[in-house]
């Protein structure tokens, strides 16, 4: 199973960004599957998940509002649409699976696959 995040880079505060997820090697069926990030200097933070089968999902304080993240099942792709990005929202992306998620989860301990990250920057 290989997780490929991808569509980081550098935006304005205020501005959109969408990063994307594709996963191979696995069909989604009941997978939960969740954005964490990691800023310079401080903990690694879980985001947002969904659960491909019902497309529950959950989010942090940090960025509810903000962040929707949402599942294609078709394409074994998970999408993150950032908009209203903040300068706090500067960090490494990253996707991460869990093969039969039991409820959308911010706990990364449950995840068993690791995508490499997207670097988001943004701008003053």
């Known amino acids: 199973v290989q997780l490929q995040a991808s569509g980081g880079g550098l935006v304005q505060a205020g501005g959109s960004l969408r990063l994307s997820c594709a996963v191979s090697?696995?069909?989604?069926?009941?997978?939960?599957i969740a954005w964490f990030r990691q800023a310079p200097g401080k903990e690694r933070e879980g985001i947002a998940c969904?659960?491909?089968?019902?497309?529950?999902?959950v989010y942090s304080d940090s960025v509810k509002g903000r962040f929707t993240i949402a599942s294609d099942n078709a394409k074994n792709t998970v999408y993150l649409q950032m908009n209203n990005v903040k300068p706090e929202d500067t960090a490494v992306y990253y996707c991460?699976?869990?093969?039969?998620?039991?409820?959308?989860?911010?706990?990364?301990?449950?995840?068993?696959?690791w995508g490499k990250g997207t670097q988001v920057t943004v701008s003053s």
């Open positions: 090697g696995l069909t989604f069926g009941n997978s939960a």
């Open positions: 969904i659960v491909s089968d019902n497309d529950d999902t």
């Open positions: 991460n699976l869990e093969v039969d998620g039991n409820g959308p989860s911010m706990k990364a301990t449950l995840y068993e696959y």
